[in-house]
């Protein structure tokens, strides 16, 4: 069987740091593919996106999330009027130039002064000790609780919503014997994993946020 229509192929590579996500009709993804060096039953997956699966005599089967419409091979019908694009007010503004401090000040929301490492580190020492976190697929379990309960101090005691990397890495690199290098590698690893957001900033140095339900896990 293959694919017809829009799909979304995607491929990780976790210990090589590579990951590629690619969307769009599904002879085109192909193509995209072969220029890849990734094509046929080699490395990732591909999935539909609103396609349907066509077996080798050209018989097609719906995917559920098309309509009747999609699968008589006619365009998807969706209610409401047409859209009006001249509607939609612009708000344009340059990537990494949003100034949350200044934002939060508009609501009324004051962000206190951002936490010195040895703060952090003085609040860490009173949590101690820490378990493992019992979680399978965790890379490091000890070294992810840690980083939990310090992020969970920045964002609950202080109301940092992230924190950058290199104030992590001040608190925490020394303690898990780790350079920069590899702590960077490790924190992307667990943004690639899906327990922080990766946040990039307007100096060209990353911040992390943690996701609530990371930081609930025993």
């Known amino acids: 069987?293959?694919?017809?229509?829009?799909?979304?192929?995607?491929f990780r590579d976790l210990e090589a740091d590579i990951e590629v996500l690619i969307e769009?009709?599904?002879?085109w993804v192909q193509k995209m593919r072969e220029e890849l060096g990734i094509s046929g039953e080699g490395p990732g997956y591909t999935v539909p996106i609103h396609g349907?699966?066509?077996?080798?005599?050209?018989?097609?089967?719906s995917s559920a999330n098309?309509?009747?419409?999609?699968?008589?091979?006619?365009?998807?019908?969706?209610?409401?009027?047409?859209?009006?694009?001249?509607?939609?007010?612009?708000?344009?503004?340059?990537i990494g130039n949003l100034d949350i401090e200044s934002e939060f000040e508009k609501l009324g929301v004051l962000l206190g002064p951002v936490p010195s490492s040895d703060e952090l580190k003085s609040a860490l020492a009173e949590l101690e000790p820490f378990?493992?976190?019992?979680?399978?697929?965790?890379?490091?379990?000890?070294?992810?609780?840690?980083l939990?309960?310090?992020?969970?101090?920045i964002v609950r005691t202080h109301g940092w919503p992230s924190t950058s990397e290199s104030l992590l890495f001040e608190v925490?690199?020394?303690?898990?014997?780790?350079?920069?290098?590899a702590f960077g590698k490790w924190m992307r690893r667990l943004w690639k994993q899906g327990r922080v957001e990766r946040v990039f900033g307007s100096n060209g140095e990353?911040?992390?946020?943690?996701?609530?339900?990371?930081?609930?896990?025993?």
Request: charged share 35%; no cysteine; proline share 12%.
């Open 52 to 61: 349907s699966f066509r077996n080798s005599n050209d018989s097609t089967i």
């Open 24 to 27: 769009g009709d599904a002879s």
């Open 148 to 153: 939990q309960a310090l992020m969970k101090i």
């Open 131 to 146: 378990e493992p976190l019992e979680e399978p697929s965790t890379e490091l379990a000890l070294e992810e609780r840690i």
């Open 66 to 94: 098309r309509s009747r419409a999609d699968a008589r091979g006619g365009p998807p019908r969706r209610p409401g009027p047409t859209p009006d694009p001249s509607r939609i007010p612009s708000s344009i503004r340059d």
């Open 172 to 181: 925490l690199g020394e303690r898990f014997s780790m350079d920069s290098e």
């Open 1 to 10: 069987m293959r694919l017809d229509g829009p799909v979304r192929f995607r």
């Open 206 to 218: 990353d911040a992390y946020a943690p996701f609530p339900f990371w930081l609930e896990r025993e």
